[in-house]
């Protein structure tokens, strides 16, 4: 299997780009849109890449970060979430971002994307809850310091409601109002969080 194409861009479209390898190979590779717009024809990408086999068809999916792609393959583990409903939720955000909007529950975000009803939102918030734990670390959300001790799913909610755009100091300053954090989990602290950072009147 195809993991990584590096090369020189020889076209690109809203779906997809051609990279010419040193070997004089030009590949195809279907990507998120931020990340095709941010090439230019002759210049040289780099992309992690997934390679999709199937009876009929052989497709390179190509992401910036290792991260990127093990969201994207999680993502498509989910029922009724195929590669370009992947793409689509992956242009929709960072990973640290789509990362936070799980943890926190936040079913809006997903059902905001174009081909994502209610159900299917709800259904990636159940089947990824647990999963984006194990990169939550790996990637640009991480905790400043301290060991992975008993407050970890506290630590958790403060990484993904940093994630979905709160300042730090009004995440820790609603997180310090809240009891009982070692016995809860992450979404449920976000959750109240959430509830309180709304209830503070704006300046």
């Known amino acids: ?23 004089g190979v030009g590949y195809e590779i279907f990507a998120t849109g931020t990340a095709l717009a941010a090439l230019t024809i002759g210049a040289p990408a780099t992309f992690h890449v997934f ?4 009876e009929d068809a052989i497709t390179l999916y ?9 969201l994207f393959l999680m993502l498509t583990d989910v029922d009724k979430v195929g590669p370009r409903i992947g793409l689509s939720i992956l242009s929709s955000g960072t990973v640290p971002q789509i990362i ?12 905001a994307i174009s081909g994502i009803g209610k159900k299917t939102a709800e259904k990636i918030l159940i089947d990824m809850r647990d999963k984006v734990h194990k990169i939550a670390l790996s990637a640009d959300v991480t905790p400043a310091t301290g060991p992975d001790t008993a407050d970890r799913q ?10 979905l755009g709160y300042h730090p100091s009004t995440v820790k300053a609603a997180l310090a109002k809240i009891t009982g954090k070692t016995t809860k989990r992450a979404e449920e602290i976000v ?13």
């Open 1 to 23: 299997m195809i993991g990584l194409v590096q090369g020189t861009v020889q076209f690109v479209d809203d779906r997809s780009c051609v990279v010419l390898t040193s070997g």
């Open 100 to 111: 936070g909007a799980i943890m926190a529950g936040n079913a809006a975000f997903f059902s």
């Open 62 to 70: 190509g992401f910036s970060s290792p991260d990127e792609k093990k």
């Open 191 to 203: 959750r109240e969080a959430l509830g309180i950072i709304r209830e503070q009147p704006k300046r």
């Open 154 to 163: 506290a630590r958790e909610a403060e990484m993904g409601l940093i994630a």
């Open 51 to 54: 390679t999709s086999v199937r």
